[in-house]
């Protein structure tokens, strides 16, 4: 559900197809609040263009549920999340995830 929470009002509510509690959410930069970023308790990422209601990248590459997400002011492309599975993991939602799942950094 995104909520206007100036106005106290449901917007709109989209499918994430996410298999367990989100956790997190977080609009990503410059793309005129049609893109967020979703992590749940199912160990997935998501990026979703809201405007056209349609998950455009899925990463699976946690063993265990995403807590937090964060972006990038400055490259609106890029998304990091931390996983209870000890990680950190960078993201640039250009590249596909068969291509890459995400850098890996310990904690």
Request: overall charge positive; aromatic content about 12%; hydrophobic content about 35%.
């Amino acid at each position: 559900m995104i909520w206007d929470s100036f106005n106290y009002r449901r917007m709109t509510d989209i499918d994430t197809f996410h298999k367990g509690n989100i956790f997190s959410v977080k609009f990503m930069p410059k793309f005129n609040n049609t893109k967020l970023a979703t992590g749940a308790a199912d160990s997935c990422v998501k990026v979703i263009d809201i405007s056209q209601e349609t998950t455009i990248e899925n990463y699976s590459c946690h063993k265990n549920r995403v807590k937090r997400l964060a972006v990038s002011q400055n490259d609106p492309y890029i998304l990091w999340s931390c996983s209870e599975d000890g990680t950190v993991r960078q993201f640039d939602i250009r590249q596909s995830t068969s291509v890459s799942p995400g850098f890996l950094f310990r904690i």
